[in-house]
């Protein structure tokens, strides 16, 4: 039986450059440099998901995954969940216009 969860989230998701650079860095004693070499991408790359300002493309997802031992779809998720939520913001009062239809 699935839960219905209506109640709307009032802080966001954690962005996976948060989790990342809050969790999986430290336990595994690295550093931007090498991070950035272990996945195969520059510095300025992870240095720009670190700091949230660049997203988790699949290709990202499934460098992290191989890397960490987890899944591509747990650094998918998280991403999508804070865009979704950004995008809910950004757009709050567009979306409030749209009438919702009920079938007939």
Known sequence: MAISNTTKREIPPTHPGETLREDFMPDYGLTTA???DALGVSRQTVNEVLREKRAITPV????LSRLFGNSPEFWLNAQYSRDLWESEQRFQDELRQI?????A
């Open 34 to 36: 090498s991070l950035a």
């Open 60 to 63: 990202m997802a499934l460098r």
């Open 99 to 103: 009438q919702p239809l009920t079938a």
